[in-house]
T-cell receptor, first 110, second 112 residues
């Protein structure tokens, strides 16, 4: 897996849009970018995955610039229940060890 | 429900006990993983079974022993554990080792 760098923590308020950026300068041509969400005492949950440009689902959007050296997870109108740790992973379609970094602790306040 | 089931959800064991954690996935995946997560620490990858090959983290003590009898089941056998082994143990699966993985709810292990 390519090395990734994320902010350690972020604070936000309910109703705001939150953007979490991940740097992955050594991303390979066949690598995808995947984001997970983890609540305390639970396993991580897959949120979204993309290769380039923009991907959107019912939970979040993922923005990937043309050089693919970074990506931004966008959470629209966060609520208190979005308080969690968010992880960015970069890897190919197969054969990954799935090593997670420290992630970004998002705290949503009322 | 993610399609990955771990049992038991909670386990308290003495340092001289032997116990096993079980993971079962109903997703048809062919790669399975064990992770350890201590309090307020990142996930630590312990073992990977992918395409019938086992990959392990060399820092995992031998008191942890994995077993993968088939692509749907994964076990973690525990013996003579230490109090510092108390943690949340998570199982995950993916197809071909891809980065879209599904996790179980975990087993909260306490060693006394």
């Amino acid at each position: 897996l390519a090395k990734t760098t994320q902010p350690i923590s972020m604070d936000s308020y309910e109703g705001q849009e939150v953007n979490i950026t991940c740097s992955h300068n050594n991303i390979a041509t066949n690598d995808y970018i995947t984001w997970y969400q983890q609540f305390p005492s639970q396993g991580p949950r897959f949120i979204i995955q993309g290769y380039k440009t923009k991907v959107t689902n019912e939970v979040a959007s993922l923005f990937i610039p043309a050089d693919r050296k970074s990506s931004t997870l966008s959470l629209p109108r966060v609520s208190l229940s979005d308080t969690a740790v968010y992880y960015c992973l970069v890897g190919s379609e197969y054969g990954n060890k799935l090593v997670f970094g420290a992630g970004t602790i998002l705290r949503v306040k009322s | 429900e993610t399609g990955v089931t771990q049992t038991p959800r909670h386990l308290v064991m003495g340092m001289t006990n032997k116990k096993s954690l079980k993971c079962e996935q109903h997703l048809g995946h062919n790669a399975m993983y064990w992770y350890k997560q201590s309090a307020k620490k990142p996930l630590e990858l312990m073992f990977v079974y992918s395409l019938e090959e086992r990959v392990e983290n060399n820092s995992v003590p031998s008191r942890f022993s994995p077993e993968c009898p088939n692509s749907s089941h994964l076990f973690l056998h525990l013996h003579t554990l230490q109090p510092e082994d108390s943690a949340l143990y998570l199982c995950a699966s993916s197809q071909d080792g891809g980065t879209e993985a599904f996790f179980g709810q975990g087993t909260r292990l306490t060693v006394v």
